[in-house]
């Protein structure tokens, strides 16, 4: 096992989607964070469920990923809770962690400090909790993950949120007991992402990354994109992420989303499937606007990825988008429940030549300014190192 400097931190993160896992906004904010603190000669753990198991160490980081396949009912969700808490409980205790985070996602670590305080700090953190995107989708709550959410918040020492937008909802659901005790926002390796040489970029492509899904607001923008592409005869649409069974009777809801499509439209969609992360950067480099119609983020990386690479965006208004930008001088931000907002914050970027070459000028300023792991991951070390005083 990897160990850090004697004066470093042991700390060890709790995540169900470690890469390369199949994994999301989590699972890269994990990973890019515990590489770097190693880097910086801390002690860092992971320890989540697996479709596998594996003890050993990558890229530095100490690995554990237990098998388990989910099962549905209460008996596994407490089991599945009860197992993760004691497993790095006595993890902790073995190997002396100076704190365990875990995000209030799903609650995974409600059991840590019952019935028994754990000798090290937990730390919450705040992504954006499953009872919140239930009542944002207006979608039944269900009372178990609830409970499982708030069980484990409230037994937290300390509490982060990963943008403002996504502590006024943990408060405005949660109570203001919840509230962060810091706000510290995700970031992006601007070194890793940034604009690639020799990549042309097409003002006619439309970049549309990440699931497809109607939380990522996949059938807004499709609602828009008719009076797009009558507007813009020669733009088209790439797609790239997983695709969904939210169409109609568990069907695909890509599939769904084109055929409802004129006819004539059809073609101009291209579906890329799901790509190597270190892929990425190429392909923001060539599209001549990405946009993001998302109804729920918590404070989405693939955003700040695309901004580092100099790719003029639309943000979601609804979803926290002006957190990203000052006063529209990174990325155009507009409701994407506005079909007409939308399509026509889409055609100012297929259109207007100067303003997509202001928006990849002052869009990867703005992430390396604001956004950066160079200096994100030195505010998160000085609260973990507070958090251990």
Same mark, same amino acid.
Request: hydrophobic share 40%.
């Given at each position: 096992m990897a160990r850090g400097n004697e004066s470093g931190l042991k700390i060890?993160?709790?995540?169900?989607?470690?890469?390369?896992?199949?994994?999301?906004?989590?699972?890269?904010?994990?990973?890019?964070l515990a590489t770097e603190l190693v880097a910086m000669g801390h002690e860092i753990w992971v320890i989540g469920f697996s479709d596998r198991n594996f003890v050993g160490c990558e890229e530095g980081v100490n690995v554990v990923r237990i098998w388990h396949k989910k099962q549905a009912g209460i008996i596994d969700s407490l089991w599945r809770r009860w197992y993760l808490s004691r497993k790095v409980r006595c993890?902790?205790?073995?190997?002396?962690?100076?704190?365990?985070?875990?995000?209030?996602?799903?609650?995974?670590?409600?059991?840590?400090?019952?019935?028994?305080?754990?000798?090290?700090?937990?730390v919450v953190r705040y992504h954006m909790s499953q009872t919140i995107i239930a009542r944002l989708k207006g979608e039944m709550v269900?009372?178990?993950i609830a409970w499982f959410?708030?069980?484990?918040?409230?037994?937290?020492?300390?509490?982060?949120a990963v943008s403002e937008h996504v502590s006024r909802?943990?408060?405005?659901?949660?109570?203001?007991?919840?509230?962060?005790?810091?706000?510290?926002?995700?970031?992006?390796?601007?070194?890793v992402f940034e604009p690639v040489e020799n990549v042309v970029r097409d003002k006619n492509r439309i970049l549309l990354l990440g699931s497809i899904s109607y939380i990522k607001g996949t059938d807004l923008f499709f609602a828009a994109l008719p009076e797009i592409f009558r507007s813009n005869p020669y733009a088209y649409l790439d797609i790239v992420g997983f695709d969904s069974n939210q169409g109609p009777n568990g069907s695909s809801l890509l599939k769904h989303l084109i055929s409802e499509l004129p006819d004539e439209f059809q073609s101009r969609v291209n579906y890329?499937?799901?790509?190597?992360r270190n892929?990425? +950067? *190429?392909?923001? !480099?060539?599209?001549?606007?990405? &946009?993001?119609?998302?109804?729920?983020?918590?404070?989405?990386?693939?955003?700040?990825?695309?901004?580092?690479?100099?790719?003029?965006?639309?943000?979601?208004e609804i979803a926290g988008g002006r957190e990203y930008v000052i006063n529209n001088q990174?990325?155009?931000?507009?409701? +994407? *429940?506005?079909? !007409?907002?939308?399509?026509?914050? &889409?055609?100012?970027?297929?259109?207007?030549d100067p303003l997509r070459s202001k928006l990849q000028y002052n869009s990867r300023i703005e992430i390396q300014s604001r956004f950066s792991k160079q200096s994100q991951v030195k505010v998160n070390l000085a609260f973990y190192a507070d958090v251990n005083k």
């Open positions: 060890c993160f709790v995540c169900n989607e470690y890469p390369p896992d199949r994994h999301g906004g989590i699972g890269s904010f994990v990973h890019d993890y902790a205790r073995r190997h002396s962690f100076d704190l365990v985070e875990v995000p209030e996602y799903e609650g995974e670590l409600p059991f840590f400090n019952w019935p028994f305080t754990a000798a090290c700090k937990l269900s009372r178990l959410e708030s069980l484990q918040i409230t037994q937290a020492d300390y509490r982060i909802k943990v408060v405005d659901v949660f109570s203001a007991k919840a509230a962060p005790d810091r706000v510290i926002y995700n970031f992006v390796d601007v070194n890329h499937g799901r790509v190597e892929k990425l +950067p *190429a392909i923001y !480099s060539g599209a001549g606007c990405c &946009v993001f119609p998302s109804r729920v983020e918590a404070h989405s990386i693939a955003w700040l990825e695309a901004m580092a690479c100099g790719c003029p965006c639309v943000l979601s990174a990325a155009l931000v507009c409701n +994407p *429940a506005n079909s !007409s907002e939308l399509y026509e914050s &889409v055609c100012r970027l297929l259109n207007d």
